[in-house]
Protein backbone atom coordinates (compact mmCIF):
# COMPACT_ATOMS: atom_id res chain seq x y z
CA UNK A 1 0.00 0.00 0.00
CA UNK A 2 2.76 2.61 1.12
CA UNK A 3 4.90 2.32 -1.80
CA UNK A 4 2.45 3.02 -4.58
CA UNK A 5 3.66 6.26 -6.56
CA UNK A 6 2.84 9.41 -5.15
CA UNK A 7 -0.91 10.78 -6.97
CA UNK A 8 0.28 14.20 -8.94
CA UNK A 9 -3.68 14.38 -10.49
CA UNK A 10 -6.53 13.26 -8.80
CA UNK A 11 -8.98 13.97 -10.73
CA UNK A 12 -6.88 11.37 -13.47
CA UNK A 13 -4.92 8.81 -11.38
CA UNK A 14 -6.24 9.14 -7.87
CA UNK A 15 -5.45 6.58 -5.52
CA UNK A 16 -8.28 5.79 -2.55
CA UNK A 17 -5.59 3.78 -0.58
CA UNK A 18 -3.24 6.81 -0.89
CA UNK A 19 -1.86 7.50 3.01
CA UNK A 20 -3.32 11.17 2.96
CA UNK A 21 -6.28 10.19 1.30
CA UNK A 22 -7.13 7.48 4.08
CA UNK A 23 -6.27 9.66 6.46
CA UNK A 24 -8.21 12.83 5.63
CA UNK A 25 -10.10 12.60 2.24
CA UNK A 26 -11.99 15.31 2.71
CA UNK A 27 -10.14 18.02 0.60
CA UNK A 28 -10.03 15.91 -1.97
CA UNK A 29 -13.28 15.60 -2.77
CA UNK A 30 -13.85 19.40 -2.37
CA UNK A 31 -11.44 19.86 -5.05
CA UNK A 32 -12.38 17.31 -7.45
CA UNK A 33 -16.09 18.61 -6.39
CA UNK A 34 -15.05 21.54 -8.29
CA UNK A 35 -12.96 20.31 -10.99
CA UNK A 36 -13.75 17.06 -11.82
CA UNK A 37 -16.95 15.92 -10.11
CA UNK A 38 -16.46 12.27 -11.08
CA UNK A 39 -12.58 11.41 -11.08
CA UNK A 40 -10.98 8.48 -12.63
CA UNK A 41 -7.68 6.58 -12.03
CA UNK A 42 -6.42 3.25 -13.99
CA UNK A 43 -5.03 2.52 -10.54
CA UNK A 44 -6.57 -0.84 -8.80
CA UNK A 45 -7.76 -2.07 -11.98
CA UNK A 46 -9.39 1.11 -12.76
CA UNK A 47 -12.85 2.99 -11.56
CA UNK A 48 -14.15 6.21 -11.10
CA UNK A 49 -14.98 8.38 -8.30
CA UNK A 50 -17.86 10.34 -8.32
CA UNK A 51 -18.21 13.32 -5.23
CA UNK A 52 -21.51 14.74 -5.97
CA UNK A 53 -24.76 13.78 -3.88
CA UNK A 54 -27.12 14.33 -6.79
CA UNK A 55 -24.78 11.97 -9.01
CA UNK A 56 -24.61 9.51 -6.24
CA UNK A 57 -28.53 9.18 -5.69
CA UNK A 58 -29.09 8.82 -9.56
CA UNK A 59 -26.30 5.80 -9.46
CA UNK A 60 -27.57 3.93 -7.37
CA UNK A 61 -30.99 3.66 -9.15
CA UNK A 62 -29.30 2.37 -12.69
CA UNK A 63 -29.77 -1.19 -12.07
CA UNK A 64 -28.54 -3.17 -13.43
CA UNK A 65 -27.08 -1.32 -15.98
CA UNK A 66 -24.70 -0.61 -12.68
CA UNK A 67 -24.44 -4.05 -11.43
CA UNK A 68 -23.77 -5.09 -7.60
CA UNK A 69 -22.88 -8.24 -8.79
CA UNK A 70 -19.20 -7.01 -7.73
CA UNK A 71 -19.24 -4.19 -4.89
CA UNK A 72 -15.33 -5.15 -3.88
CA UNK A 73 -13.31 -1.66 -4.73
CA UNK A 74 -10.96 -4.04 -5.72
CA UNK A 75 -11.71 -7.10 -7.25
CA UNK A 76 -10.72 -10.21 -8.93
CA UNK A 77 -11.69 -12.04 -11.74
CA UNK A 78 -13.89 -15.10 -11.72
CA UNK A 79 -11.51 -17.25 -12.48
CA UNK A 80 -9.01 -17.01 -10.72
CA UNK A 81 -11.04 -18.35 -8.15
CA UNK A 82 -11.66 -21.65 -9.37
CA UNK A 83 -8.37 -23.50 -8.42
CA UNK A 84 -10.02 -23.20 -4.80
CA UNK A 85 -13.33 -25.56 -3.82
CA UNK A 86 -14.58 -23.43 -1.34
CA UNK A 87 -14.16 -19.97 -3.48
CA UNK A 88 -15.19 -21.66 -6.77
CA UNK A 89 -18.25 -22.27 -4.97
CA UNK A 90 -19.58 -19.04 -3.33
CA UNK A 91 -17.30 -16.46 -5.11
CA UNK A 92 -17.50 -13.08 -3.57
CA UNK A 93 -21.61 -14.21 -2.83
CA UNK A 94 -22.57 -12.58 -0.28
CA UNK A 95 -26.88 -11.77 -1.24
CA UNK A 96 -28.41 -9.50 -0.79
CA UNK A 97 -25.97 -7.28 -1.10
CA UNK A 98 -24.46 -8.81 -4.00
CA UNK A 99 -28.01 -9.25 -6.06
CA UNK A 100 -29.53 -7.75 -8.71
CA UNK A 101 -33.21 -8.01 -9.24
CA UNK A 102 -34.89 -10.14 -9.62
CA UNK A 103 -33.08 -11.95 -7.10
CA UNK A 104 -32.23 -8.73 -4.74
CA UNK A 105 -35.64 -8.48 -3.37
CA UNK A 106 -37.07 -12.00 -1.60
CA UNK A 107 -33.21 -12.09 -0.42
CA UNK A 108 -33.39 -8.12 1.51
CA UNK A 109 -36.88 -8.78 2.60
CA UNK A 110 -36.18 -11.62 4.29
CA UNK A 111 -33.48 -9.81 6.55
CA UNK A 112 -35.42 -6.56 6.74
CA UNK A 113 -37.79 -8.10 10.02
CA UNK A 114 -35.01 -8.94 11.69
CA UNK A 115 -33.27 -5.92 12.01
CA UNK A 116 -36.54 -3.49 12.40
CA UNK A 117 -36.37 -0.67 15.15
CA UNK A 118 -38.34 -3.49 17.49
CA UNK A 119 -36.13 -6.33 16.90
CA UNK A 120 -33.23 -3.97 17.10
CA UNK A 121 -34.39 -2.79 20.84
CA UNK A 122 -34.90 -6.31 21.84
CA UNK A 123 -30.55 -6.58 21.79
CA UNK A 124 -30.41 -2.98 23.60
CA UNK A 125 -29.92 -4.41 27.04
CA UNK A 126 -26.93 -6.76 25.41
CA UNK A 127 -25.82 -4.09 24.62
CA UNK A 128 -25.82 -2.09 27.40
CA UNK A 129 -24.29 -4.59 29.65
CA UNK A 130 -20.83 -5.27 27.21
CA UNK A 131 -20.61 -1.49 26.80
CA UNK A 132 -20.22 -1.09 30.90
CA UNK A 133 -18.08 -4.40 31.23
CA UNK A 134 -15.51 -2.79 28.12
CA UNK A 135 -15.53 0.23 30.21
CA UNK A 136 -14.73 -1.78 33.79
CA UNK A 137 -11.86 -3.03 32.54
CA UNK A 138 -10.00 0.13 31.83
CA UNK A 139 -11.50 3.08 33.81
CA UNK A 140 -9.56 2.51 36.55
CA UNK A 141 -6.17 2.80 34.13
CA UNK A 142 -7.29 6.29 33.01
CA UNK A 143 -6.24 5.53 29.41
CA UNK A 144 -7.89 2.86 27.11
CA UNK A 145 -7.21 2.36 23.34
CA UNK A 146 -10.70 3.60 22.58
CA UNK A 147 -10.60 1.73 19.06
CA UNK A 148 -9.14 -1.31 20.19
CA UNK A 149 -10.39 -1.60 24.09
CA UNK A 150 -13.85 -0.26 23.36
CA UNK A 151 -15.43 0.62 20.01
CA UNK A 152 -14.42 -2.72 17.80
CA UNK A 153 -15.59 -4.84 20.33
CA UNK A 154 -19.46 -3.86 20.78
CA UNK A 155 -20.65 -4.28 17.02
CA UNK A 156 -18.38 -7.36 17.00
CA UNK A 157 -19.88 -8.94 20.17
CA UNK A 158 -23.52 -7.56 19.91
CA UNK A 159 -23.64 -8.54 15.85
CA UNK A 160 -22.37 -12.47 17.01
CA UNK A 161 -25.14 -11.93 19.31
CA UNK A 162 -27.48 -11.49 16.98
CA UNK A 163 -26.88 -14.21 14.60
CA UNK A 164 -26.43 -16.99 16.84
CA UNK A 165 -22.66 -17.39 16.66
CA UNK A 166 -20.39 -17.63 19.60
CA UNK A 167 -19.94 -14.39 21.28
CA UNK A 168 -16.84 -15.34 23.16
CA UNK A 169 -15.26 -15.60 19.51
CA UNK A 170 -15.74 -12.06 18.73
CA UNK A 171 -11.52 -11.44 18.74
CA UNK A 172 -11.33 -14.18 16.00
CA UNK A 173 -14.12 -12.72 13.61
CA UNK A 174 -12.64 -9.41 14.05
CA UNK A 175 -9.17 -11.16 12.88
CA UNK A 176 -10.91 -12.65 9.99
CA UNK A 177 -13.02 -9.74 8.71
CA UNK A 178 -9.37 -7.59 9.43
CA UNK A 179 -8.19 -9.77 6.68
CA UNK A 180 -10.89 -9.64 4.40
CA UNK A 181 -11.27 -5.57 4.23
CA UNK A 182 -8.04 -4.18 5.70
CA UNK A 183 -5.08 -6.72 4.65
CA UNK A 184 -7.53 -7.80 1.88
CA UNK A 185 -8.26 -4.85 0.41
CA UNK A 186 -5.51 -4.82 -1.94
CA UNK A 187 -4.06 -8.42 -1.25
CA UNK A 188 -6.04 -10.87 -3.02
CA UNK A 189 -4.24 -13.65 -1.45
CA UNK A 190 -5.35 -12.44 1.69
CA UNK A 191 -8.88 -11.85 1.01
CA UNK A 192 -9.24 -15.20 -0.38
CA UNK A 193 -7.85 -16.79 3.13
CA UNK A 194 -9.92 -14.81 5.19
CA UNK A 195 -12.91 -15.50 2.73
CA UNK A 196 -12.37 -19.34 2.57
CA UNK A 197 -12.46 -18.96 6.47
CA UNK A 198 -15.91 -17.37 7.05
CA UNK A 199 -17.24 -19.54 3.85
CA UNK A 200 -16.50 -22.57 6.22
CA UNK A 201 -17.50 -21.33 9.56
CA UNK A 202 -20.76 -20.56 8.37
CA UNK A 203 -20.89 -23.55 5.89
CA UNK A 204 -20.57 -25.77 8.88
CA UNK A 205 -22.82 -23.81 11.20
CA UNK A 206 -25.41 -24.02 8.56
CA UNK A 207 -24.85 -27.46 8.31
CA UNK A 208 -25.45 -28.23 12.02
CA UNK A 209 -28.83 -25.89 12.21
CA UNK A 210 -30.55 -27.62 8.98
CA UNK A 211 -29.87 -31.18 10.96
CA UNK A 212 -30.91 -29.70 14.67
CA UNK A 213 -32.93 -26.28 14.15
CA UNK A 214 -32.64 -23.66 17.03
CA UNK A 215 -34.30 -20.49 17.97
CA UNK A 216 -32.30 -17.85 16.32
CA UNK A 217 -31.47 -16.14 12.92
CA UNK A 218 -29.58 -18.80 10.79
CA UNK A 219 -32.53 -21.19 11.23
CA UNK A 220 -34.78 -18.78 10.97
CA UNK A 221 -33.31 -18.13 7.44
CA UNK A 222 -33.23 -22.03 6.48
CA UNK A 223 -36.72 -21.67 7.31
CA UNK A 224 -37.62 -19.22 5.03
CA UNK A 225 -38.88 -20.08 0.89
CA UNK A 226 -38.35 -17.93 -2.37
CA UNK A 227 -41.13 -19.10 -4.82
CA UNK A 228 -42.41 -22.35 -2.97
CA UNK A 229 -38.20 -23.30 -2.69
CA UNK A 230 -36.44 -23.74 0.01
CA UNK A 231 -33.20 -20.65 0.38
CA UNK A 232 -29.99 -22.23 -1.10
CA UNK A 233 -27.17 -23.45 1.42
CA UNK A 234 -24.77 -21.32 -0.50
CA UNK A 235 -27.58 -17.92 -0.37
CA UNK A 236 -27.73 -18.93 3.43
CA UNK A 237 -24.38 -18.77 4.02
CA UNK A 238 -23.82 -16.03 1.85
CA UNK A 239 -26.06 -13.96 3.79
CA UNK A 240 -25.09 -14.57 6.93
CA UNK A 241 -21.11 -14.15 5.96
CA UNK A 242 -22.31 -10.56 4.55
CA UNK A 243 -23.79 -10.14 8.25
CA UNK A 244 -20.60 -10.49 10.16
CA UNK A 245 -18.63 -8.49 7.69
CA UNK A 246 -20.85 -5.69 7.30
CA UNK A 247 -22.15 -5.83 11.14
CA UNK A 248 -18.38 -5.17 12.39
CA UNK A 249 -15.99 -3.06 10.51
CA UNK A 250 -18.39 -0.46 9.06
CA UNK A 251 -20.02 0.05 12.93
CA UNK A 252 -17.12 0.03 14.78
CA UNK A 253 -15.54 2.70 12.38
CA UNK A 254 -18.43 4.68 13.04
CA UNK A 255 -18.37 4.48 16.91
CA UNK A 256 -14.26 5.16 16.85
CA UNK A 257 -14.68 8.40 14.27
CA UNK A 258 -17.32 9.48 16.79
CA UNK A 259 -14.63 9.08 19.67
CA UNK A 260 -12.05 10.49 17.96
CA UNK A 261 -13.88 13.15 16.84
CA UNK A 262 -15.31 14.28 20.55
CA UNK A 263 -11.71 13.38 21.98
CA UNK A 264 -10.46 16.63 20.18
CA UNK A 265 -13.40 19.01 20.13
CA UNK A 266 -13.74 20.45 24.03
CA UNK A 267 -16.83 22.73 23.25
CA UNK A 268 -18.61 19.55 21.48
CA UNK A 269 -18.09 16.67 24.20
CA UNK A 270 -19.39 19.45 26.86
CA UNK A 271 -22.21 20.04 24.92
CA UNK A 272 -23.07 16.84 24.33
CA UNK A 273 -22.25 15.70 28.27
CA UNK A 274 -24.51 18.36 28.96
CA UNK A 275 -27.53 18.15 26.67
CA UNK A 276 -28.18 14.31 26.33
CA UNK A 277 -31.22 15.26 24.18
CA UNK A 278 -28.42 15.88 21.54
CA UNK A 279 -27.42 12.03 20.94
CA UNK A 280 -30.01 11.10 18.74
CA UNK A 281 -28.89 14.54 15.55
CA UNK A 282 -25.05 13.93 16.98
CA UNK A 283 -25.13 10.75 15.85
CA UNK A 284 -26.66 11.60 12.22
CA UNK A 285 -23.89 14.35 12.41
CA UNK A 286 -21.25 11.84 12.96
CA UNK A 287 -22.34 9.35 10.53
CA UNK A 288 -22.80 12.30 7.58
CA UNK A 289 -19.53 13.70 8.49
CA UNK A 290 -17.41 10.22 9.03
CA UNK A 291 -19.63 7.89 6.71
CA UNK A 292 -17.61 4.81 6.57
CA UNK A 293 -18.68 2.94 3.46
CA UNK A 294 -18.13 2.86 -0.42
CA UNK A 295 -18.77 0.13 -1.93
CA UNK A 296 -18.26 -0.47 -6.07
CA UNK A 297 -20.66 -1.06 -9.26
CA UNK A 298 -20.16 -2.60 -12.27
CA UNK A 299 -20.71 -0.98 -15.08
CA UNK A 300 -22.70 -3.61 -17.52
CA UNK A 301 -24.67 -1.28 -20.32
CA UNK A 302 -23.21 1.87 -21.55
CA UNK A 303 -24.67 4.73 -19.45
CA UNK A 304 -23.91 8.72 -19.26
CA UNK A 305 -23.75 10.77 -16.91
CA UNK A 306 -22.85 14.29 -17.32
CA UNK A 307 -19.91 14.71 -19.67
CA UNK A 308 -18.62 10.85 -18.72
CA UNK A 309 -19.83 7.38 -20.75
CA UNK A 310 -19.11 4.63 -18.68
CA UNK A 311 -18.39 1.42 -20.49
CA UNK A 312 -19.62 -2.04 -19.91
CA UNK A 313 -16.69 -3.40 -17.51
CA UNK A 314 -15.66 -0.27 -15.63
CA UNK A 315 -16.25 0.26 -12.52
CA UNK A 316 -17.95 2.90 -10.34
CA UNK A 317 -17.28 3.96 -6.42
CA UNK A 318 -20.24 4.51 -4.62
CA UNK A 319 -18.53 7.16 -2.88
CA UNK A 320 -21.77 8.16 -0.42
CA UNK A 321 -19.08 10.13 2.51
CA UNK A 322 -17.92 12.21 -0.44
CA UNK A 323 -21.54 12.51 -1.39
CA UNK A 324 -22.40 13.66 2.21
CA UNK A 325 -20.04 16.63 1.98
CA UNK A 326 -21.29 18.32 -1.04
CA UNK A 327 -22.29 21.99 -0.07
CA UNK A 328 -25.05 21.89 -2.60
CA UNK A 329 -27.17 19.57 -0.30
CA UNK A 330 -26.27 20.42 2.62
CA UNK A 331 -25.24 23.60 4.24
CA UNK A 332 -21.98 24.54 5.75
CA UNK A 333 -20.94 20.94 4.45
CA UNK A 334 -17.51 20.58 6.18
CA UNK A 335 -18.55 22.10 9.70
CA UNK A 336 -20.15 19.61 12.52
CA UNK A 337 -23.30 20.54 13.58
CA UNK A 338 -24.48 19.11 16.41
CA UNK A 339 -28.29 20.03 16.27
CA UNK A 340 -27.85 19.92 12.17
CA UNK A 341 -32.24 19.73 11.57
CA UNK A 342 -31.70 19.08 8.01
CA UNK A 343 -29.41 16.17 7.44
CA UNK A 344 -30.38 13.34 4.69
CA UNK A 345 -26.86 12.19 4.93
CA UNK A 346 -26.85 8.81 3.21
CA UNK A 347 -23.87 7.27 5.16
CA UNK A 348 -26.15 4.39 4.84
CA UNK A 349 -26.05 4.16 1.29
CA UNK A 350 -29.74 4.92 -0.24
CA UNK A 351 -31.77 2.73 -3.01
CA UNK A 352 -32.70 -1.06 -3.60
CA UNK A 353 -29.27 -1.68 -1.69
CA UNK A 354 -30.03 0.83 1.50
CA UNK A 355 -28.10 -0.58 4.74
CA UNK A 356 -30.84 -3.43 6.33
CA UNK A 357 -28.72 -3.22 9.65
CA UNK A 358 -29.24 0.66 9.94
CA UNK A 359 -31.27 0.40 12.96
CA UNK A 360 -28.72 -2.16 14.89
CA UNK A 361 -26.09 0.41 14.01
CA UNK A 362 -27.81 3.25 15.23
CA UNK A 363 -28.60 1.67 18.52
CA UNK A 364 -25.06 0.31 18.84
CA UNK A 365 -23.86 3.98 18.40
CA UNK A 366 -26.12 5.43 20.95
CA UNK A 367 -25.46 2.68 23.69
CA UNK A 368 -22.02 3.25 23.13
CA UNK A 369 -21.91 6.84 22.90
CA UNK A 370 -24.44 7.71 26.25
CA UNK A 371 -22.62 4.51 28.15
CA UNK A 372 -18.87 6.01 27.14
CA UNK A 373 -20.38 9.92 28.18
CA UNK A 374 -21.73 8.89 31.39
CA UNK A 375 -18.86 7.02 32.22
CA UNK A 376 -16.22 9.26 30.80
CA UNK A 377 -17.56 12.85 30.13
CA UNK A 378 -14.03 14.39 29.88
CA UNK A 379 -11.06 12.48 27.87
CA UNK A 380 -8.17 13.47 24.84
CA UNK A 381 -6.14 11.57 22.47
CA UNK A 382 -2.65 11.24 24.70
CA UNK A 383 -0.91 10.91 21.32
CA UNK A 384 -2.50 12.27 18.23
CA UNK A 385 0.34 10.92 15.97
CA UNK A 386 -0.46 7.52 17.13
CA UNK A 387 -3.83 7.65 16.11
CA UNK A 388 -3.98 5.28 12.74
CA UNK A 389 -6.68 5.01 10.21
CA UNK A 390 -8.29 1.94 7.65
CA UNK A 391 -9.14 2.91 4.27
CA UNK A 392 -10.53 1.72 1.00
CA UNK A 393 -13.95 0.06 1.80
CA UNK A 394 -14.66 1.12 5.22
CA UNK A 395 -12.86 4.24 6.79
CA UNK A 396 -12.22 4.48 10.46
CA UNK A 397 -10.09 4.63 13.18
CA UNK A 398 -7.74 1.70 14.02
CA UNK A 399 -6.06 3.15 17.41
CA UNK A 400 -7.18 5.40 19.49
CA UNK A 401 -5.27 5.94 22.34
CA UNK A 402 -7.32 8.35 24.97
CA UNK A 403 -6.29 9.69 28.30
CA UNK A 404 -9.46 10.89 30.59
C1 LIG B 1 -22.59 2.67 10.82
C2 LIG B 1 -22.65 1.45 10.39
C3 LIG B 1 -23.02 1.07 8.98
C4 LIG B 1 -22.88 1.76 7.82
C5 LIG B 1 -22.32 3.15 7.64
C6 LIG B 1 -23.40 0.92 6.76
C7 LIG B 1 -23.44 1.28 5.42
C8 LIG B 1 -24.01 0.53 4.42
C9 LIG B 1 -24.10 0.95 3.04
C10 LIG B 1 -23.54 2.24 2.48
C11 LIG B 1 -24.78 -0.02 2.37
C12 LIG B 1 -25.19 0.04 0.90
C13 LIG B 1 -24.28 -0.74 0.02
C14 LIG B 1 -24.52 -0.56 -1.45
O1 LIG B 1 -25.24 0.33 -1.88
O2 LIG B 1 -23.92 -1.36 -2.19
C15 LIG B 1 -25.09 -1.07 3.31
C16 LIG B 1 -25.76 -2.24 3.00
C17 LIG B 1 -25.99 -3.24 3.91
N1 LIG B 1 -25.71 -3.24 5.26
FE1 LIG B 1 -24.86 -1.72 6.28
N2 LIG B 1 -23.84 -0.26 7.29
C18 LIG B 1 -23.64 -0.21 8.65
C19 LIG B 1 -23.95 -1.19 9.56
C20 LIG B 1 -24.55 -2.38 9.27
C21 LIG B 1 -24.87 -3.38 10.23
C22 LIG B 1 -24.66 -3.29 11.74
C23 LIG B 1 -25.41 -4.41 9.54
C24 LIG B 1 -25.88 -5.68 10.21
C25 LIG B 1 -26.47 -6.51 10.06
C26 LIG B 1 -25.48 -4.06 8.13
C27 LIG B 1 -26.01 -4.82 7.12
C28 LIG B 1 -26.12 -4.42 5.80
C29 LIG B 1 -26.74 -5.24 4.76
C30 LIG B 1 -27.35 -6.62 4.95
C31 LIG B 1 -26.66 -4.50 3.57
C32 LIG B 1 -27.13 -4.92 2.19
C33 LIG B 1 -28.52 -4.42 1.85
C34 LIG B 1 -28.95 -4.77 0.44
O3 LIG B 1 -28.11 -5.03 -0.41
O4 LIG B 1 -30.17 -4.78 0.19
N3 LIG B 1 -24.92 -2.80 8.01
N4 LIG B 1 -24.62 -0.71 4.56
Not at 246 to 270: C, K, M, V, Y
Request: proline share 7%; charged share 25%; net charge negative.
Amino acid sequence: MGSNPPVDDWATDYDIFDASYVKDPVPVWNELRDKCPIAHTERWGGSWLPTKYEDLQAFVRMVPALSSKNVLVVSQKREEMEFDPVLAEYGNSAPPITSDPPEHVPMRRMLLPLFSPKATEAHRSFTENLCHQLIDGFIDKGACDGALDYAVHIPAKTIAHVIGVDEDRSDEFVGWIRGLLEEGNTDLEKRNKYNRILRRFFGELVDARKLAPRDDLISHLLAQEINGQPVARKAVVGMCNLLLVAGIDTTWSSIGSALWHFAQHPEHRRRLANEPELFPSAIEEMLRVYAPVTMARLVTEEVQVGDVTFQPGDKVLMNFPAANHDPDAFEDADKVILDREKNRHIAFGIGPHRCAGSNLARMEMDVALRVWFERIPEFELSDPDAVTWAGGQVRGPRHLPFRF
